[in-house]
């Protein structure tokens, strides 16, 4: 068990669609990543919050959105949804936000887009 | 050319045998490495974390990192059937706009059968 919590685990919806996923960090990580795993692409990296603020962005569709709140936890929205968004989405937290900081990852997200 | 290439396997090994699995990449400015294992559709969990080049052993894992010729290996000894799962490699930077967030490979696909 990473300490990195993730709800829902499952998520079945239509397209056109809203959904929000949760992330919880480990306790004390400041840090919170955001990365979409697909069959075809692999492990891609989305986003990155610290400490409430936006700190890096990947590949994330104008559709998708995040936010860290007070509390650390966080959130993916994920809108107008489309059956290529299908896919697993994984948080992951870091103590810090440098790249020697080890990277923790939560259980995943399996959204299923039908 | 993806920054991080890494040969999907699959790999298939007897019960003992050394597994040896490697990525290469093309970023020069990559000097965290990391392995993850990835149990079928669950969170990677980080195996190795290195720094830069040179050797680190961890019970039957050694993570070797040549930044001369940007290869990164993960050698493992007395393979067992639980190790049974999809390997990753990752990298970070340590300077730039994108300091923190991690590069992966496809990921190889180990079975160790008994």
């Known amino acids: 068990d990473s300490g990195v919590t993730q709800t829902p685990k499952h998520l079945i919806t239509a397209t056109g669609q809203r959904v929000t996923l949760r992330c919880s960090p480990r306790s004390g990580d400041l840090s919170v990543y955001w990365y979409q795993q697909s069959l075809d692409q692999g492990l891609q990296f989305l986003i990155q919050?610290?400490?409430?603020?936006?700190?890096a962005k990947g590949n994330i569709l104008e559709r998708f959105s995040a936010q860290q709140f007070p509390d650390l936890h966080s959130e993916l929205n994920l809108s107008s949804l489309e059956l290529g968004d299908s896919a697993l989405y994984f948080c992951?937290?870091?103590?810090?936000?440098?790249?020697?900081?080890?990277?923790?990852f939560g259980p995943g997200t399996r959204l299923t887009v039908t | 050319q993806k920054e991080v290439e890494q040969d999907p396997g699959p790999l298939s090994v007897p019960e003992g045998a050394i597994v040896s699995l490697n990525c290469t990449y093309s970023?020069?400015?990559?000097?965290?490495f990391m392995w993850y294992r990835q149990y079928s559709r669950k969170g990677p969990e980080l195996l190795m974390y290195?720094?830069?080049?040179g050797n680190k052993e961890d019970g039957r894992f050694t993570a070797q990192v040549d930044k001369s010729s940007k290869y990164i290996s993960l050698f493992i000894r007395d393979s067992q059937p639980s190790d049974s799962a999809t390997y990753l490699c990752a990298m970070s930077a340590n300077r730039g706009s994108t300091l923190g967030r991690l590069y992966f490979g496809r990921g190889t696909q180990l079975t160790v059968w008994p």
């Open positions: 992951a937290s870091s103590a810090e936000t440098g790249g020697q900081d080890e990277q923790y």
């Open positions: 290195t720094y830069s080049s």
């Open positions: 970023n020069s400015a990559f000097q965290y």
């Open positions: 919050y610290y400490n409430g603020e936006e700190r």
